[in-house]
Nanobody, 116 residues
Framework: QVQLVESGGGLVQVGGSLRLSCAAS????????MSWYRQAPGNVRKLVAR????????TYVDSVKGRFTISRDNAKNTVYLQMNSLKVEDTAVYYC?????????WGQGTQVTVSS
């Protein structure tokens, strides 16, 4: 079965950095695009970044462009989200996502808290 396990969240001050990881299993990782979403308290879950199966194409929500970088290592079945210049408004639970056979799969999420 599909499993996505996020790690790397934590508490960081404004301007700091964190690197999230998502270890995937149960499907052919190298043939699937991967995404990171986030959900702040009281808000809906929103797309942050997406990377194509080969890693050649990436997209970002405007609010994180120039600060976040999504990448993947197909040999390790892992997708990453490097987050720099963090802001208070980046505080959220971050989720890894894959769409496989028209079904969405999610990890358990990892909390990112940015304090001022």
């Amino acid at each position: 079965q599909v499993q996505l396990v996020e790690s790397g969240g934590g508490l960081v001050q404004v301007g700091g950095s964190l690197r999230l990881s998502c270890a995937a299993s149960g499907f052919t990782f190298s043939t699937h695009a991967m995404s990171w979403y986030r959900q702040a308290p009281g808000n809906v879950r929103k797309l942050v970044a997406r990377i194509s199966a080969t890693g050649t194409t990436t997209t970002y929500v405007d609010s994180v462009k120039g600060r976040f970088t999504i990448s993947r290592d197909n040999a390790k079945n892992t997708v990453y989200l490097q987050m720099n210049s963090l802001k208070v408004e980046d505080t959220a639970v971050y989720y890894c996502n894959v769409v496989r056979m028209n079904a969405d799969y999610w990890g358990q999420g990892t909390q990112v808290t940015v304090s001022s």
